[in-house]
């Protein structure tokens, strides 16, 4: 079955939306504009629906990227898929920031560790190996300094993303030629390659309701943690 699949990432200051149809890819629109998502994902995507002479009773179910990344631009993305699968009762599947980088890096050799600059000085990190089509994961995502990463990195290893960009100094600084990088094109998240990802889980036919997809943070957000620093110094009292 060609299944009609719209997928949406907003995990980052990049956003993108793709259309696809069974292993085809009828449109795309990636935009890094330094706007608020929710100015633009409704826009983008009625356009996008448009130029493809399609409306959304036509979409077979929903891709959207779940994190880890900007607390703000995942709750948008999700609340805006969540909205579209619960108007049309369409299955959504949730698809990792860093599995959908990995994916734009296909079929190689070498492990593949994605980077997403979690600011802080730190990164959100993955690691994994292409194995059956897809890029599977190696361990656990995780939110940690640059430097604990490439402790763990003792071979040759390809680098993707956003972190890898802000700290590719660092790294060929500590690894040298075991350090790869990507083209520079391919360091931002495409919602083509998580498309790619969440049609397989379509197919086995383990989408869930838009209720079920929740944001995958990784680490506390700020209000979460100043009312944790409240609670411990005591200012909030029973």
Same mark, same amino acid.
Not at 184 to 198: E, F
């Given at each position: 079955?060609?299944e009609?699949?719209?997928?949406l990432?907003?995990?980052t200051?990049?956003c993108?939306?793709a259309?696809?149809?069974? =292993?085809k890819?009828?449109?795309?629109?990636?935009l890094?504009?330094?706007? +608020? &998502?929710s *100015?633009l994902?409704l826009?983008?995507?009625?356009?996008?629906l448009?130029a493809?002479?399609l &409306?959304?009773?036509q979409?077979?179910g929903? $891709?959207?990227?779940?994190?880890? $990344?900007?607390?703000?631009?995942?709750r948008?993305?999700i $609340?805006?898929?969540?909205?579209?699968?619960f108007?049309?009762?369409?299955? #959504?599947?949730?698809?990792?920031?860093?599995?959908?980088?990995a994916a734009?890096c296909?079929? #190689?050799?070498?492990?593949?560790?994605?980077?997403?600059?979690a600011?802080?000085?730190?990164?959100?990190?993955g690691?994994?190996c292409?194995?059956?089509?897809?890029? *599977?994961?190696?361990?656990p995502?995780? #939110?940690?300094?640059?430097?604990?990463?490439?402790?763990?990195?003792d071979? *040759?290893?390809?680098f993707?993303?956003?972190?890898?960009?802000?700290?590719?100094?660092?790294?060929?600084?500590?690894?040298?030629a075991r350090a &790869?990088f990507?083209?520079?094109?391919?360091? +931002?998240?495409?919602?083509?390659?998580?498309?790619?990802?969440?049609l =397989?889980?379509?197919?086995?036919?383990?989408?869930?309701? $838009?209720? =079920?997809?929740f944001p995958?943070y990784?680490?506390? @957000?700020?209000?979460e943690? +100043?009312? @944790?620093?409240r609670?411990?110094?005591?200012?909030?009292?029973?």
């Open positions: 079955m060609d009609t699949l719209l997928t990432d907003s995990s200051t990049v993108s939306l259309v696809s149809r069974g =292993e890819i009828l449109g795309e629109i990636t890094d504009p330094g706007k +608020n &998502h *100015e994902l826009p983008s995507l009625g356009g996008l448009r493809l002479d &409306h959304l009773g979409v077979d929903f $891709g959207v990227v779940v994190g880890p $990344g900007s607390f703000t631009g995942l948008v993305g $609340g805006t898929i969540q909205g579209l699968a108007a049309k009762q369409k299955p #959504v599947v949730g698809v990792s920031s860093l599995q959908t980088l734009q296909p079929l #190689v050799s070498l492990p593949l560790v994605a980077l997403l600059d600011r802080k000085g730190e990164v959100y990190a690691c994994f292409w194995t059956g089509g897809v890029p *599977e994961p190696l361990g995502e995780a #939110v940690l300094p640059p430097e604990a990463v490439i402790e763990k990195i071979g *040759e290893t390809i993707i993303g956003s972190g890898a960009l802000r700290y590719r100094s660092l790294i060929v600084r500590r690894l040298g &790869h990507v083209p520079w094109n391919q360091n +931002n998240l495409r919602a083509s390659a998580a498309a790619m990802l969440a =397989e889980v379509l197919r086995r036919g383990e989408g869930v309701s $838009g209720e =079920e997809i995958r990784l680490r506390l @957000s700020e209000a943690i +100043n009312w @944790s620093k609670e411990a110094n005591g200012a909030i009292q029973g």
